[in-house]
């Protein structure tokens, strides 16, 4: 299996951004779909971004479309969630997750590989 390491994590206001990172192990890495998936308190993980082995196609949950943007960079094995206009109800935990097959997919159930996850506090 992959390691997956997240950073980028933190505290911020309402309104700003954060870029989280995902570093991953594997050298085949361009072969895997990457995801992020959040987990609010008192809530279940949820999907936010996904994106092929190639980063030719993404995939967004409605909740974070036009705010949050999925990147890779296959020569550093690396994943990014760039996250703009943040919202209270975006604190969350987020993770990494890696699926052994290049096509993206939106359910956490495909994902076989998963990071330990980075908090991110949006305060108002």
């Known amino acids: 299996q992959v390691q997956l390491v997240e950073s980028g994590g933190g505290l911020v206001q309402a309104g700003g951004s954060l870029r989280l990172s995902c570093a991953a192990s594997r050298r085949t890495f361009s072969g895997y779909a990457m995801g992020w998936f959040r987990q609010a308190p008192g809530k279940e993980r949820e999907f936010v971004a996904a994106i092929s082995g190639d980063g030719g196609n993404t995939q967004y949950a409605d909740s974070v479309k036009g705010r949050f943007t999925i990147s890779r960079d296959n020569a550093k094995n690396t994943v990014y969630l760039q996250m703009n206009s943040l919202k209270p109800e975006d604190t969350a935990v987020y993770y990494c997750?890696?699926?052994?097959?290049?096509?993206?997919?939106?359910?956490?159930?495909?994902?076989?590989?998963w990071g330990q996850g980075t908090r991110v506090t949006v305060s108002s």
């Open positions: 997750a890696s699926r052994r097959i290049f096509i993206p997919s939106t359910r956490e159930s495909d994902f076989g590989s």
